[in-house]
């Protein structure tokens, strides 16, 4: 049936895509919390796109397998992914992009969907909401990510991160045993691995704010839409380390690519030379940074302000709005 020629057009819907790749279901849970109360919303529909690996990674990971990922990951070199299933002319308003660190840089599966190039002709020219879950390394991963998402000609116009709140030294432990074992609490005495449910189920504020956002149109303007929701809280001093971390991956990733793909008989023994780097740097290269940074932090102050301030763009740490959403 035809509307009469006067009654009035129905409201398009908000057409939101949500990026969607998790092997513990640590980020499907927080991107379930945030797309609640968009779901409840009928003016707003939302399409969810799995990225399926074409060679699964596995989980809980072997330790070869695990660090055979490290040059592809920290080369955003990706082992490719199924085509993505939504329709080729397909528009969207707004894209969700919740990812996850590997080894300082976005994840192989998430890389490989920013390079394909159905991703790039849906992303080119939308606004993008990056949502990270991860350790709590995530700075240069983040360049690595605004790289593609420019290289896609997406506007990234919020970023949101969820990392675990437990010492760093805890999480190098806890951490990689959650990887090896699939349990969060495999180390007795230590608190468990990953985001605490909690702060999960608090990510809801920000589906919140981004569907009155959508309903008012915001996501075509340049200002982020989850400022003063404590989206992010950088800690600068990691910076040094994690400088430190992706040169060491550049170089021993160039060797251990060289000695053949993924998987190829020549790589296991350099990755065990890389190992005992990797152990031999984070006993070192960590530690003796934060203290040299404890040592002269009055000297470093605005640095490391500038340093916070740059990362936390475009969503920020104010909180003036979490009475509203939270
Ligand atoms: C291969 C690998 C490398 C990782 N490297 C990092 C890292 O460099 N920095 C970090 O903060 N977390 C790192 N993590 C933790 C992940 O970012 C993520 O939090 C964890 O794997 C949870 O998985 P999920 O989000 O797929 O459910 C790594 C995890 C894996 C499996």
Redesign the pocket.
């Known amino acids: 049936m035809q509307n009469a020629p006067d009654a009035p057009e129905p409201p398009a819907r908000k057409r939101v895509l949500v990026l969607a790749?998790?092997?513990?279901?640590?980020?499907?849970a927080?991107t379930a919390s945030i797309l609640a109360p968009l779901l409840a919303e009928a003016r707003i529909a939302v399409q969810v796109e799995t990225i399926r690996p074409r060679r699964p990674?596995p989980?809980p990971?072997s330790l070869f397998r695990?660090l055979d990922?490290?040059p592809e990951?920290a080369h955003l070199a990706p082992g490719e992914i199924e085509a993505p299933q939504f329709e080729a002319d397909a528009s969207f308003d707004l894209v969700i992009l919740?990812?996850?660190?590997?080894?300082?840089?976005p994840?192989q599966p998430v890389t490989a969907f920013l390079q394909h190039p159905a991703a790039r002709r849906v992303l080119a020219g939308k606004p993008v909401v990056s949502v990270?879950?991860?350790?709590?390394?995530?700075m240069m991963?983040l360049e690595k990510m605004k790289t593609l998402l420019d290289e896609c000609g997406a506007r990234l116009i919020d970023n949101v991160v969820l990392?675990?709140r437990a010492p760093t030294f805890v999480?190098l432990l806890s951490?990689?045993m959650?990887?090896f074992t699939g349990r969060r609490d495999a180390i007795p005495g230590l608190p468990p691995a990953?985001?605490a449910a909690t702060e999960i189920e608090r990510c809801s504020r920000f589906g919140r704010a981004l569907r009155d956002a959508l309903l008012d149109g915001r996501e075509r303007g340049q200002a982020p839409l989850l400022s003063g929701l404590r989206a992010v809280e950088a800690d600068p001093r990691l910076l040094t380390s994690e400088r430190a971390?992706t040169r060491s991956f550049q170089v021993w990733g160039t060797l251990l690519r060289a000695a053949g793909k993924p998987g190829s008989a020549l790589r296991p023994p350099l990755l065990i030379l890389y190992l005992l780097f990797l152990i031999l740097m984070i006993l070192t290269v960590l530690p003796i940074s934060l203290t040299v940074q404890a040592l002269i932090r009055p000297l470093l102050t605005d640095r490391l302000a500038a340093r916070k301030a740059y990362f936390e763009q475009p969503s920020g740490s104010g909180s003036e709005r979490l009475a509203q959403y939270d």
């Open positions: 790749y998790s092997q513990t279901g640590q980020l499907s927080i990674f989980f990971w695990f990922a490290f990951s919740p990812w996850q660190v590997w080894f300082l840089a994840s990270i879950a991860c350790r709590n390394m995530w991963a990392t675990d999480t951490t990689p959650w990887m990953g985001i971390g």
